[in-house]
Each structure stands twice: as structure tokens, then as C-alpha cells.
């Protein structure tokens, strides 16, 4: 079974930093992978998702992220942090031919002024 | 923004009632998903739909029942409420073919007394 392991619970930076959130996943099979991003009180909404080719991924709001498949991972970067980046972070995984997401706990991302 | 709503938003009940959550869709999307989101285990996914009247079991199904009559909509059904039920609830969607992200509806929070 895949799973999604997003090792930092919380992170801070100060506004302007650049930031760097982990996930590591285990997949037997070509993975096929997202961000998603929580604000308080809200759904989720897709940062961006990585299916094949380029291993550098572009997303919205200045996001990135770069598959690595040596290291199965799929971090997400972003070269200055903005308040508004404050929300909780969430790495999945999709499999059973792409209709199954299987996600990690989150990261909460605290922006400091 | 993917049409997509959720009904009610917000809901308390005694333990051993029965409730039920609404999704509502109207983007003609073929697949549904129901979610739970509780602190420290991310979403994990409770039952899906593949179309019309077709339903397959998630991570965490027990407890819960789903219906799909309309390809808009889509219920959760938990038959006798328990208090580990307390959790935020979101719906998803995604198209029919290949590996397409999911859309999220802005979830139910539903606590069970």
C-alpha cells in the first residue's frame, strides 16, 4: 500500500525566507503526485501535482516543487515566503489508476512578520 | 472555484443518531469521494463513487454508508453517530479518465455529543 510521510509538523519562517517542505512517499508503481494547500476554515486547494516528464514542477501563488525519484521524494519550495502563505501544506499520492489519494498529516506553515 | 457544496457546514448531534452529509456537484465530474480530516492523521478517505449508483470502500468505511442516485450528488450516511465520528468532513471530485487532481468541496464539521 502507498503511503505519504511529511516529516515536519510545524514550520516557521520569517517573511521574505525561502521555505522547503518535505514529503517522502512509498509507491511501488510510477507515483503520481500533489500539493495541496489549507487555509483555516477552508477546503483544499491544488498547489500542483507532478505526472510525468519534467521532474521540476511549476504551480500557482510561486510555488515549485521537484520529484526525485532516488530519494522518493516531492518537496515543495518557494524562493520568498509571503504572510499569506500561513495555511497547512498537504502532500498526496494517488493510485488504483489515479482515482485513490492517499495523503500525508500535513505541515502547518507559520509566517513571522 | 469547481462547484461544489456541501451541506450543512456546520452540524451537532447526540451519539446514536443518524446523519447524513450532502455533496453537490455541477461540474458533470464522474468520480466522488467522501473524506474525514482529523488532527494528526491528514484526510484519510471513508468511501468513493465512480459513477452512477457505483460505490467502493476507502481506508476508513466503517461506520459510514454512501448513496449516489444523480451524478451530482453524493450522501454520507452515518447510521448511529458515535463520538469518534467528531471530525471535518470533505467532499471531492475529479473527471473521468486517467489521473486528474480532485477538487474539494469547503467541508462539513460535524460533532458528535
Known amino acids: 500500500a502507498q503511503s505519504v510521510t511529511q516529516p515536519d509538523i510545524h514550520i516557521t519562517v520569517s517573511e521574505g525566507a525561502s521555505l522547503e517542505l518535505r514529503c517522502n512517499y512509498s509507491y511501488g508503481a510510477t507515483p503520481y503526485l500533489f500539493w495541496y494547500v489549507q487555509s483555516p476554515g477552508q477546503g483544499l486547494q491544488l498547489l500542483l501535482k507532478y505526472f510525468s516528464g519534467d521532474t521540476l514542477v511549476q504551480g500557482i501563488k510561486g510555488f515549485e516543487a521537484e520529484f526525485k525519484r532516488s530519494q522518493s521524494s516531492f518537496n515543495l519550495r518557494k524562493p520568498s515566503v509571503h504572510w499569506s502563505d500561513a495555511a497547512e501544506y498537504f502532500c498526496a499520492v494517488a493510485s488504483g489508476g489515479g482515482n485513490k489519494l492517499t495523503f500525508g498529516t500535513g505541515t502547518q506553515l507559520k509566517v513571522e512578520l | ?113
Open chain 2, 1 to 113: 472555484d469547481a462547484g461544489i457544496t456541501q451541506s450543512p457546514r456546520h452540524k451537532v448531534t447526540e451519539t446514536g443518531t443518524p446523519v447524513t452529509l450532502r455533496c453537490h456537484q455541477t461540474e458533470n465530474h464522474r468520480y466522488m469521494y467522501w473524506y474525514r480530516q482529523d488532527p494528526g492523521h491528514g484526510l484519510r478517505l471513508i468511501h468513493y463513487s465512480y459513477g452512477v449508483k457505483d460505490t467502493d470502500k476507502g481506508e476508513v468505511s466503517d461506520g459510514y454508508s454512501v448513496s449516489r442516485s444523480k451524478t451530482e450528488d453524493f450522501l454520507l450516511t452515518l447510521e448511529s453517530a458515535t463520538s469518534s465520528q467528531t471530525s471535518v468532513y470533505f467532499c471531492a471530485i475529479s473527471e473521468s479518465t486517467g489521473v486528474h487532481e480532485q477538487y474539494f468541496g469547503p467541508g462539513t464539521r460535524l460533532t458528535v455529543t
